[in-house]
T-cell receptor
């Protein structure tokens, strides 16, 4: 149980284009999902908290107009990197909390999406 | 907000030795402390976690200890094996938030 998938697993795009990454909870419902970015040999940096049916909460320094987050259902959140540039190249990982485990802080992670912007 | 510091940044041990990684946190109200193992290019995997109402938790070769007074928690791996080689992250949630703040990570290398 508690499986989170991400699609695509990797993507290469040209500078200036937009890329959408999907995060799905496969066997549980998630009112809250999280989006992280991880640069090589660095820690996971939280970008935003995605709440089903409401606006995402962005961490300080993360441009909400560049990183669009949509959490339209209890099993799907999407991250769109708009007008991507080479410095946006990174490993993007999502995680989700199980709504059935109220009060539990445990997060279940997706396999990550490696974005390369040329 | 919550600040999590992790030491050491790298740790090399011989197979069979023990490894200890330590994290400190800043907010005394934090109540959940997970440890994740991440292999290169893979997702973080939860290996053990502890809540603030207990001081120690053990799962086979892995244990976590929590010192609430000193605001630190440690990961202990005994009888290390080469497959334990990975990056380990600690984390803690800021009180009142669902998110996690991660430590900077420890690269563990277990040599045969």
């Amino acid at each position: 149980g508690a499986v989170v998938s991400q699609h695509p697993s990797w993507v290469i795009c040209k500078s200036g284009t937009s890329v959408k990454i999907e995060c799905r909870s496969l066997d549980f419902q998630a009112t809250t999902m999280f989006w992280y970015r991880q640069f090589p040999k660095q820690s996971l940096m939280l970008m935003a908290t995605s709440n089903e049916g409401s606006k995402a909460t962005y961490e300080q320094g993360v441009e909400k107009d560049k990183f669009l987050i949509n959490h339209a259902s209890l099993t799907l959140s999407t991250l769109t990197v708009t007008s991507a540039h080479p410095e946006d190249s990174s490993f993007y990982i999502c995680s989700a909390r199980d709504v059935g485990l109220a009060g539990d802080n445990e997060q279940f992670f997706g396999p990550g999406t490696r974005l390369t912007v040329l | 907000g919550e600040n999590v510091e992790q030491h050491p940044s790298t740790l090399s041990v011989q197979e069979g030795d023990s490894a200890v990684i330590k994290c400190t946190y800043s907010d005394s109200a934090s109540n959940y402390f997970p440890w994740y193992k991440q292999e290169l290019g893979k997702r973080p995997q939860l290996i053990i976690d502890i809540r603030s109402n207990v001081g120690e938790k053990k799962d086979q070769r892995i244990a976590v200890t929590l010192n609430k007074t000193a605001k630190h928690f440690s990961l202990h791996i005994t009888e290390t094996q080469p497959e334990d080689s990975a990056v380990y992250f600690c984390a803690a949630p800021p009180p009142g938030f669902q998110k996690l703040v991660f430590g900077t990570g420890t690269r563990l290398l277990v040599s045969p």
